[in-house]
């Protein structure tokens, strides 16, 4: 016989905490409490499995019915009482609790049991007449809408009504008489609405109520939220069935709600509210307005109320002594609803509190400083992406927001400025002291400056890994990108959303963390790094196994990666540096050139650039590896778009202009993504690459000429075979020892893994690679067969609908892409035992991807410097997880 | 001690025809004839590996030097000759031969070891003065070019200028005393020339020839050999030393080439040409006009001459004596060459003839009827490309061809008419009986008509897989594609080639099998399908295990590949069925729907046709599977380019003209090879495949009431994810049991496997699917990140510098590509036993990969109707080779 039901009591308990799966997180904690001998009214609950099983059939099997009776007769002789009878009638409350906590998304009764006969009883047994009738009148008033589906505002009317006709203003003022003769009324209103009379026997109650918890689970607004956080529809919710304890029973009684710790910043204080003569739901109902718990729950809305400590000191002494017991029990900030019955206290629920990114790292700090957790429980404690929080300005949570559109969060943080449409100007702007948001219908490599100047980017098109949002998330710059909402006209520098323009000059905020474009200026608060950060990421860096890189372009990048930790450059994209308006013209060049020695004439011009951005990366990065990726891109992608630029080309390499648009209709590409790119290039054209690998071997010998310990490694993109590694080798290697002279010169020489067949052939790659480092964000586009740039149109709706789990260019997707990942590291270092690997895609940063890097046993992650605090935790976490 | 050297003569013989790596063609084959004990004159061959160690050394290790010692010693026993001095000298051939016979590429000397002493020994020998002084100018003609590097000509000029001088015409007019002057001034200028003294000593002589011979390989033209045939060049040649016989020692004196049956056709007669008194060379040199050496080798140039059977009856006798013998021992036609000294009959050299595909035909299929060969060996004597030669018409080899361009041979066959550059007017001038060659930049499906209505087609953009490659294999039209060398400007109607401008209305020629443009109309030869044909293709059915099925994607090519021996269809691609002008219109307002129930009422449109499109394909299937592939292309393949098209479009759906360019715009993908296409048009828009699938059924509950056997294969393209052929699995089932009612009805569903994540995920996906059908042509596209419409740019180059062994997109790369299809495959068959797996890409048709196939253990290949035979063909070989 299946086991549906465990109970909870001082005699018997058969749950614990760490079975939120079937017994729900609320079901778990009331019995992990009652094992405690903490004083929790008893209670039962009926597990998960059983709301599937009801699921399946809409009805109750056997077993559950037997094993409820008799749950409910040992709550009975817990508590002395009686359920549906007797001088002292036995209530329930009836409340949903799936595995994760879906904030008010299913439902609850409280005062399950009351009918005619046991609200008498029940009067004279508290001897409390109005107290009785008005728990009545709730119970029907819950059940009415809970359970028989009726509207809430029809009987909440009705009490409106007759308080008006009372001329009172509140429910305190009503008496026992009027809460009589709205259970009338109720009932009478309950058979015209629904045809049936309202339910009197106590089972009968009980167990219509426990069916409708279950069906709450697949309410429409429980569907979406599951939809929204991802919560599989399978897991089902748990019922717990609690003996009711009353906090509305007089002046004696009180309900509220208390957290061990201050969850906006983590101070070490117990803080807490609480109503006197109250159920629960009038402290959520925000009917009064309640009472500090202590001194320092104070504010100013509640300065004058008598705190808990002083009303109760009994009680509140008892509390005090509960909280800490749970805090160190669960080792975790507590979030605890109690409810003080005649001066008994009553814990009704203790949960690991809510808190934002600034509370949850002073509370691991501390909780460690008290011994109360070691340093890998703290580590635990927190989620790797709240440190966004930390290290990026963030709105002033208490500032009203005006939202006009919603876009993807594409890069953290939180900015305000005028409304500029393109990047000219947004520098110009910047240099006059004007703060400026950057907006485009999407970026391309020559908005660079105008980013760099922007408060914040956003763009109508693209996705998480459009080039705006890689190269915002590099500066640490806010972005939302792919705000479909918003029409961009850079032509006449307006912007239309909905029905309304907006001009350049005009304010807006974006909140990168959130996707949010909101009206006028909003209050930001700054990033928050402070000593217990410093702590706390100490900790991490000394169980990590994996290194953290960055993937910086360019000297100052560099230096900020360096700061939040990064142990060397994981990506330098060398083409980032090719758009800088004195360059552009020698790279436009080189592309129309039509010889080799006419190429090597134009490349000759940018040699001395390329040499003095690698001379700065190597300083900032002095001792640590530099991973330097020869050019990328199809060279189409350094050609002028608009007239005047060609014109201006075609008068800098004097030719005709017509020659200058049949060369850019010529480098079209269909796919750009799957063309003439990456090492393609470097075979094609070997005299590009013998070039860069001039710049980073000259930078290099005056780098240690001047003292610096440089590391470079030299990557080779786009590799699909391991001859074209092997073809490029050769060259390279001859221009190195050309350039080196008699002069000494480490360096190691290696390869993206970004293409399935490189993943597939990457035993016979390695004989040709020092190291591997994996372009997961291309290798996921051609595993998947699917273009960042254009997934939009449908991914959404992909994950909306659960055909992916989540975006594979945010998460790895570890069971397609990851196998090529695994499959690639092991050939690899079977066939070269010295080999080096790992990853440079977007994928570096997430904390996901970052524990399978950890398991499969990758050397390093990389990612963008804004990243490298989240990484350096997430691969400290994933040590402690794969134990 | 290696062995460096291999002796063949009666006394011993080392080596046999399996030994070609290390003896090369020739000396495998000489030593074959030595061990058969036909008449060969004695000699030995140093091997390639020989070859390769002179290469890195560039000089002779004392083993060679010693072994080649003793060899010659044996042929001095062997033939009682001395060779460099005594009164009955030995002189000997010196021939290069690789592995692969590499014609006219490499060197060869003659009379080597004549010198002022041997040459009057010879002369005494001989009793013929004349005949030695003249062995002894051509051996110094002969070495002071190919050894001594001298230019040919300066030679050949003195033998002119003496024969101008004495008034004769021809060699055979100068008598001992001519020769001898000659030698004396040949050995002047040689001195003059090079400043060194001709070589006196024998052995010098044979060294430096052996050196010349080696140093040969890796001469300009055979280097340039090696790249187009696709040879390594590590490879090397042997070097074949050979005691001479002699043709031109007097009239009982004779040398030939003979077939043992027709090369041209195949028939089964002895065939071949001869002179009287001559050496080899000058039967190749064409100086005197060769003799048929029977009645049947007669031709209208040598009627009048004496035949050899008459000349010489005895020598005849042995030689068809031997032929037989050769033919039966080879199993297959050969190509002889014989000298007869003195009325003696020697053979030099034998191989396998070289024949026209109609020929190979006949002689395979007479060789197995005579006994000579089994069925198996019969059919691995044909090369399956060979049989497009027989399926398709060809240009007369007689005519004479101006060639102007080269493209890429996109598509078998030949076909001449006048140049048209519009579909349009292709359509209406075939009409009216004109034949035309439609030219375009390049195709797309709107050209469909216009490239059915042409003899062939011509683009000058795109590859082996482009669209106009594609279709045209499917329709069996001949196609060049991808000829960069014209420049289209469809707009003025003219075609410019270099400096030469055609005009609509040229005529031209094409030759799909070469690539070749040839101005003005050369004549062409039918297609040549016969009795023959028929057996040996029945013998291939017989043997293979791999099923041949075609992709076909209406009523005619159906019915073609059925007669061509398809047995089923292994891709029917619906879009395709999209373009007809009745239908364009409805599928474009499909596209502009701006809700689910606007999009069903356009596709109902479609679904009648739809319908009848199919019914015509199960009628032309009857009883064999027809696999239909559900819409794939992404959506904007289907819009409007032309201004006048989108003004029509907008009125049909009542829109305006805007409307329909901001959709046109809003389409646009930066990557549609990655994008919204294939299941994602099928999960985002389910009522598209919807409408399929009701037309598949309803077409083929139709069918069954006609009386025909349908047997359809429902399949979905681009699946990534078994969540996504699940989804779609669930929505077409539920739709199929809607349209059928309550009528028997039989079908698969199944997938295509075309992204590697599919590949790698093949277990999971399997347990959702009936089949699985490789779409190579995407998988080669995303496993190698290379766009086949792109790759064109540098695919060239990769080829030509050995980066890539081949095109990957015509033969399949079987170590990346072919990984993924072999683990699919297995992954597949273990999660679902039942499954049926196939191949529908381009490369289902391409013997090499057909062959990986068949080793695999797929099911199927499917591959366009004129390819069936060779595919049928070269899955019986594979068969055989694999045994």
Redesign the interface.
């Known amino acids: 016989m299946s086991k549906w039901v465990y109970s909870f009591s001082k005699e018997k308990t058969e749950g614990n905490k760490d079975m939120k799966n079937l017994l729900g997180g609320k079901g778990a904690n009331l019995a992990e409490m009652s094992s405690l001998g903490l004083p929790v009214p008893p209670g039962f609950t009926v597990t998960t499995e059983a709301c599937i099983d009801y699921q399946k059939t809409k009805s109750f099997n056997d077993d559950i019915k037997k094993q409820v009776e008799e749950a409910l007769k040992l709550v009975e002789s817990s508590t002395g009482k009686t359920f549906g009878g007797g001088d002292n009638p036995l209530l329930f409350s009836v409340r949903s609790g799936a595995r994760v906590s879906m904030p008010g998304m299913m439902d609850t009764v409280l005062n399950l049991g009351l009918n005619d006969e046991t609200v008498e009883a029940l009067s004279k047994k508290s001897d409390n007449e109005r107290f009785a009738w008005d728990s009545y009148r709730r119970f029907i008033q819950m059940y009415a809408n809970v359970v028989m589906g009726m509207s809430h505002s029809l009987l909440e009317s009705t009490l409106e009504d007759l308080k008006e006709a009372k001329g009172v203003d509140s429910d305190t003022k009503l008496d026992a008489k009027d809460f009589k003769n709205l259970v009338k009324v109720y009932k009478q209103i309950i058979a015209q609405e629904t045809g049936k009379k309202f339910p009197t026997d106590p089972m009968e109650q009980l167990w219509l109520a426990i069916e409708a918890v279950f069906g709450s689970w697949d309410n429409p607004r429980a569907i979406k939220y599951r939809q929204l956080n991802g919560i599989p529809g399978d897991w089902g919710t748990a019922v717990n069935v609690q003996a009711m304890v009353f906090g509305n029973m007089g002046d004696d009684c009180a309900t509220g709600v208390c957290f061990t710790r201050d969850p906006s910043n983590g101070e070490k204080k117990f803080f807490g509210e609480y109503l006197v003569n109250a159920q629960g739901e009038d402290v959520v109902a925000g009917i009064r307005t309640p009472a500090p718990i202590n001194e320092c729950s104070k504010n100013d809305s509640n300065r004058s109320e008598k705190t808990l400590e002083e009303y109760m000191p009994k009680a509140f002494a008892e509390l005090t002594d509960l909280y800490q017991q749970l805090e160190k029990h669960y080792k975790d900030m507590q979030d605890i609803e109690f409810t003080i019955e005649a001066n008994k206290l009553y814990l009704l629920q203790t949960r690991n509190g809510k808190r934002t990114a600034a509370a949850a790292l002073k509370i691991a700090v501390n909780l460690e400083e008290e011994g109360i957790v070691t340093k890998e429980e703290a580590l635990m404690q927190i989620d790797p992406e709240a440190l966004n929080q930390l290290l990026h300005p963030r709105l002033d949570p208490d500032a009203t927001k005006n939202i006009i559109a919603k876009g993807l969060p594409a890069s953290p943080g939180a900015g305000a400025g005028k409304i500029v449409f393109h990047s000219d100007d947004a520098t110009s702007m910047h240099e006059n002291g004007v703060k400026v948001i950057l907006v485009r219908q999407e970026t391309s490599p020559e908005d660079i400056a105008g980013m760099a100047a922007a408060q914040a980017i956003l763009t109508a098109r693209g996705g998480m890994t459009s080039h705006a949002a890689v190269v915002a998330r590099g500066m640490g710059k806010p972005c939302v990108a792919g705000c479909s909402e918003i029409l961009v006209d850079s032509k006449n520098r307006t912007m239309i959303v909905g029905d309304k323009k907006y001009v350049e000059g005009d304010f807006i905020t974006l909140d990168g963390g959130t996707g949010e474009v909101i009206e006028g200026e909003v209050p930001t608060l700054d990033a928050e790094i402070n000593a217990d950060f410093a702590k706390f990421m100490a900790w991490a860096d000394e169980i990590r196994t994996l290194r953290v890189r960055t993937n910086a372009d360019n000297p100052e990048d560099s230096e900020t990666a360096v700061k939040f930790g990064a142990e060397g450059i994981g990506l330098c994209r060398t083409e980032h540096m090719f758009f800088e308006p004195e360059r552009i013209l020698a790279v436009r060049e080189m592309i129309f050139a039509d010889s080799t020695s006419h190429r090597e004439k134009a490349l000759k011009k940018l040699l001395p650039y390329q040499k003095e951005d690698f001379k700065g990366i190597f300083k900032a990065l002095d001792g640590k590896p530099v991973n330097i990726r020869l050019l990328d891109p199809p060279l189409h992608e350094f050609l002028p778009h608009e007239l005047e630029d060609k014109k201006e080309l075609a008068e800098y390499i004097d030719v005709e202009l017509k020659t200058i648009e049949e060369g850019c209709e010529r480098l079209h590409?269909?796919?750009?993504?799957?063309?003439?790119r990456g090492c393609?290039l470097g075979?094609?054209y070997p005299e590009i690459y013998t070039m860069q690998v001039t710049a980073i071997t000259q930078a290099a010998l005056e780098s240690i000429d001047e003292g610096v310990d440089v590391r470079p490694e030299i990557m080779i993109p786009?590799v699909?075979?391991a001859?074209?590694l092997s073809?490029l080798r050769e060259i390279l290697v001859a221009t190195i020892e050309q350039v080196r002279g008699d002069k000494e010169f480490n360096y190691k020489l290696g390869t993206m893994i970004?293409?399935?067949?490189a993943a597939?052939?990457a035993a016979d790659i390695a004989t040709h690679a020092d190291f591997f480092s994996f372009g997961t964000n291309?290798l996921t586009?051609?595993?998947?067969?699917?273009?960042r740039?254009?997934?939009g149109?449908?991914l959404t709706?992909?994950i909306s609908?659960?055909?992916?789990p989540s975006d594979p260019f945010v998460s790895l997707?570890q069971?397609?892409?990851g196998?090529?990942v695994k499959f690639a590291t092991e050939q690899g270092r079977n066939a070269n035992k010295e080999i080096h690997v790992g990853i440079c895609g977007e994928h570096g940063g997430e904390p996901k991807s970052i524990d399978f890097c950890h398991r499969i046993g990758l050397d390093y992650v990389s990612c963008s410097p804004y990243r490298v605090p989240i990484a350096r935790l997430a691969a400290a976490q994933a040590v402690i997880r794969n134990k």
């Not at 609908?801 to 992916?804: E, R, Y």
């Open positions: 590409e269909f796919n750009p993504m799957l063309g003439h393609r075979i094609t786009l699909a075979t001859k074209e073809i970004e293409l399935p067949r597939i052939t291309d586009q051609t595993t998947f067969g699917l273009s740039d254009d997934a149109r449908f709706e992909y609908k659960s055909v992916l997707d069971e397609g892409v196998y090529l």
